[in-house]
């Protein structure tokens, strides 16, 4: 996947946006580009990542990964603080898939000193 776009949106190459927090080369600096990383970890299968930032009191023992989805579009809609410097914040997106858009406003918490995700809020 070196050469392809990042699936995220950024119009960045994958390795060099949501590829390197994947690795572990980086970590999220905000709460928008981890919920972008975790999209782009449905987007290429890699539930490790997805399982290590979640927020531990919320983690399952599944990310919930189906191979056979075929991720679109990430459209971020709104955010609430989650900057360099904040302990939490809140992303509202739409991530399109075919056959549907899963839409939700998402809760975002440093835990460890690195952002993590806590939980879709209503």
């Known amino acids: 996947m070196t050469n392809k776009l990042c699936p995220c949106g950024t119009g960045q190459s994958y390795v060099d946006c949501c590829g390197a927090l994947h690795s572990g080369a980086r970590k999220a600096a905000t709460a928008e580009q981890l919920m972008r990383s975790r999209y782009s970890a449905f987007a290429v299968s890699d539930e490790d990542y997805l399982l290590r930032t979640w927020a531990a009191k919320h983690r399952p023992s599944s990310?919930?990964?189906?191979?056979?989805d075929r991720w679109l579009k990430l459209e971020?809609?709104?955010t609430e603080n989650g900057g360099m410097f904040a302990n939490e914040g809140v992303v509202e997106f739409r991530a399109h898939y075919v056959g549907g858009v899963v839409h939700e406003r998402s809760r975002f918490v440093r835990e460890n000193g690195q952002w993590v995700y806590a939980e879709g809020l209503e």
């Open 76 to 78: 971020i809609l709104a």
């Open 63 to 68: 990310a919930g990964i189906d191979s056979t």
